[in-house]
């Protein structure tokens, strides 16, 4: 005696065969999918004759050659032309100090004028008591000796703040070519020791993979506007007599070179 399937069961078995693939078709579809990224992989781990693989990192050190200073102006006013001719004044301000400094003001990067509408939000009603205009400012300084007089010079003015202080090198990309040619020269090396212990000669390079770092630097260096004080008595700038932190880029090369 036969049992009936349930209905239930009918439709759902229906549905599961009507998604089945052909065995052979999800093969063809597993190897399409999995073989491209295993190619590189392959190449680097199988092993291929009268050649020899080798890894090395090298690196390039350098002292920074650019500091970076960057502040923000922000003023506040009852109404909003009365903000912008402060934060006019402001920014005038800021271009007669680099001017008294020998900096072009062209040299330094201004962000975009915001403006922010000023609420009392004690009051219940959240009453507009003024408005805000502010905007980020950016300057780059090649004369180390400058940036005392520019970050005093900042922090006198009432109407700026947030300072920040950094150092870098201008041109990372050629620091990080350099790094490179030391890995590649300490690849080279290692792979010459191979051949000659092997009884053999290193013939040129066949492939080689790279992958450059730069040296995590600390945060900025925040910069609190202080007392005003006479000149007679101004103290130091926070960075005279200390030597800015070293730049490193670190670069790693995998290369095959044939052997003779």
């Known amino acids: 005696m036969t049992i009936p399937e349930p209905p239930r069961l009918k439709g759902t078995m229906k549905r599961i065969q009507s998604l089945m693939l052909p065995v ?8 399409f999918l ?5 190619r590189a992989q392959e190449r680097a781990s199988a092993p291929t004759a009268n050649t020899v693989w080798v890894g090395a990192d090298g690196k390039y050190e350098a002292e920074p050659d650019t500091a970076v200073v960057q502040f923000n102006i922000s003023a506040q006013e009852e109404n909003l032309q009365a903000a912008n001719a402060r934060a006019t004044k402001a920014a005038e301000q800021v271009r007669q100090l680099l001017r008294t400094n020998g900096l072009d003001p ?5 962000g975009m004028f915001s403006v922010q509408p000023v609420y009392d939000y004690k009051n219940p ?6 408005y805000r205009v502010e905007t980020n400012i950016s ?8 940036i005392g007089p520019i970050t005093q010079g900042l922090a006198d003015m009432d109407i700026t703040g947030n300072q920040s202080l950094s150092y870098n090198l201008d041109d990372m990309d ?6 490179v040619e030391d890995a590649l020269r300490r690849a080279h090396a290692e792979a010459s020791a191979v051949a000659q212990s092997s009884g053999r000669t290193l013939g040129e390079l066949s ?11 600390p945060r900025p260096m925040m910069m609190a506007a202080p007392m005003a004080m006479k000149s007679a008595d101004a103290m130091p700038a926070p960075t005279e007599e200390f030597g800015a932190q070293k730049i490193t880029v670190t670069a790693h090369v995998d290369a095959l070179y044939n052997l003779k």
């Open 24 to 31: 052979s078709l999800i093969a063809s579809l597993s190897v």
């Open 34 to 38: 999995t073989s491209q990224p295993l």
């Open 106 to 110: 062209k040299q330094a990067q201004v």
């Open 125 to 130: 009603k959240r009453k507009l008591v003024g």
């Open 139 to 146: 300057i780059k300084v090649k004369d180390f000796s400058k």
């Open 174 to 179: 050629a620091a990080k070519i350099k790094a």
């Open 207 to 217: 492939y080689a993979s790279v992958d450059t770092y730069e040296q995590p630097r």
